[in-house]
C-alpha cells in the first residue's frame, strides 16, 4: 500500500523530507505503523517524532507533532488506507 507523507516547518527541516510516496508493509493498519516505520526509516526522522508512540509525538523541547489523515487530525490509532494523505507538522499558534 502506498502513501504520500507531508512534512511542514520544523519537521521538514530535521527529517530533510517534504513530500514523498510511503510504501507500507501489510500489515500497517493505523498511524502508530507509520510512525515506526518512518523512524526506522533515518536518524532524522527518529530524533523528529521521539522515544515513544504516544497520540501526540514527542517532537522534543516540550513540543509535540500533530498528525492528520487526508487534512483531517488524527492520533496513532487512526486506521490508514492506500492512497491516504499523512501530514506531520509541529503545533501552530497565533494570536
Known amino acids: 500500500m502506498n502513501v504520500t507523507v507531508k512534512t511542514f516547518a520544523q519537521l521538514r527541516e530535521i527529517t530533510q523530507e517534504g513530500c514523498f510516496t510511503l510504501t507500507l508493509p501489510d500489515n500497517a493498519t493505523n498511524m502508530g505503523d507509520v510512525i515506526s516505520l518512518l523512524k526506522s526509516r533515518s536518524n532524522n526522522w527518529a ?49
Open 47 to 95: 530524533q523528529a517524532l521521539g522515544a515513544s508512540n504516544s497520540e501526540k509525538v514527542d517532537m522534543g523541547s516540550n513540543s509535540n507533532v500533530l498528525m492528520a489523515r487526508n487534512q483531517q487530525l488524527c492520533d496513532t490509532k487512526t486506521l490508514i488506507q492506500a492512497g491516504d494523505e499523512l501530514a506531520f507538522f509541529p503545533p501552530v499558534t497565533g494570536g
